[in-house]
């Protein structure tokens, strides 16, 4: 599976009982749709979608979203939504962890597009981005994994890069990437005020509609599972995670016509893409579209 280990196996039948234990007016015919890093999502009727974690950690990342998603999700532009809570879920039927109803949004991953086709969203998610990383109260969620000085993470990059892990289950330059990484870390720390930070900006977090015909459409960003506050280069690791060459200039041209940036800023978020890309392929691999998201990140850092 193109994830880690699940801690329970979460099934429809599971999510109709709590749903018709706790939210009945909410109750449908359930159905699978997707399973994640930390969670299922499961359709319920035509309307809602249930979100459940399927690892222990994801628990408190929901309630993290019951709590801070609905007054995030208010800075997004008009016609790109978030998948706010309209219920919260209690664990129950030998469920151990919280879980939400949220509504459903047709669309695909980003994820299943070509990189090529993914040019036509860069100005509207850097406008969402943008929008999104305003300044967050000091009470906003705190995440040791987002947000923070690169310095915190590098412990642990520096292991994964000298390891030869990731050698081995994609093609790579482990010592261009620690070069990349030294480049990220010597950029200068941020120094601004904590500004919201979504935290996993990749494309299977990004839902889109349309084709190469039609051009692709950016309908919502997803799974704020990861929120947080502190330095706004972290989102700006989209650039490399969603986006080939022209489609990251397009990226960068929009966002710096938004807000001020400096050579800094894309260096520290280069180097979040590569901490996110490589901390996807050391876990998972590269078989499946999320291992492919990380490979592919991997890949754009050494081209710039």
Same mark, same amino acid.
């Given at each position: 599976m193109d994830?880690?280990?699940?801690?329970?196996?979460?099934?429809?039948?599971l999510v109709a009982r709590l749903v018709a234990a706790q939210h009945p007016a909410f109750l449908g015919p359930v159905r699978p749709a997707a399973s994640g890093w930390d969670n299922v999502i499961m359709r319920i009727g035509e309307r809602w979608a249930a979100r459940m974690p399927r690892r222990g950690l994801a628990d408190r990342l929901v309630r993290s979203e019951q709590r801070w998603l609905r007054e995030v999700a208010g800075s997004l532009p008009d016609g790109v939504a978030a998948p706010v809570p309209v219920a919260a879920g209690a664990p129950g039927a030998g469920y151990p962890y919280a879980w939400?109803?949220?509504? $459903? &949004?047709?669309?695909?991953?980003?994820?299943?597009?070509?990189?090529?086709?993914?040019?036509?969203?860069?100005?509207?998610?850097?406008? #969402?981005? #943008?929008?999104?990383?305003?300044?967050?109260?000091?009470?906003?969620?705190?995440?040791? &994994?987002r947000g923070v000085p690169l310095s915190y993470r590098d412990d642990v990059l520096s292991e994964r890069l000298s390891s030869g892990r990731l050698e081995r289950v994609v093609p790579t330059d482990? =010592?261009?990437?620690?070069?990349? $990484?030294?480049?990220?870390?010597?950029?200068?720390p941020w120094a601004g005020a904590a500004r919201w930070v979504h935290g996993d900006p990749h494309p299977g977090n990004l839902l889109v509609d349309g084709d190469a015909a039609d051009g692709l459409r950016l309908v919502a960003l997803l799974d704020f599972g990861d929120l947080t506050a502190g330095d706004p280069a972290t989102d700006l690791a989209a650039a490399w995670l969603v986006f080939d060459p022209p489609g990251r200039a397009r990226f960068r041209a929009r966002v710096e016509a938004l807000r001020p940036t400096d050579a800094g800023d894309w260096a520290r978020a280069r180097g979040w893409a590569l901490a996110m890309?490589? =901390?996807?392929?050391?876990? #998972?691999?590269?078989?499946?579209?999320?291992?492919?998201?990380?490979?592919?990140?991997?890949?754009? #850092?050494?081209l710039d």
């Open positions: 994830a880690p280990e699940a801690d329970v196996e979460v099934d429809a039948e939400s109803i949220t509504p $459903w &949004f047709d669309g695909g991953a980003a994820a299943s597009v070509d990189p090529a086709e993914r040019r036509a969203i860069a100005e509207p998610l850097a406008d #969402v981005l #943008v929008a999104l990383g305003r300044p967050a109260p000091a009470e906003a969620p705190a995440n040791p &994994f482990a =010592a261009a990437l620690a070069a990349v $990484w030294r480049d990220a870390l010597a950029a200068p890309g490589s =901390a996807i392929v050391d876990t #998972v691999g590269v078989g499946g579209p999320i291992g492919r998201v990380g490979a592919h990140a991997l890949a754009q #850092v050494l």
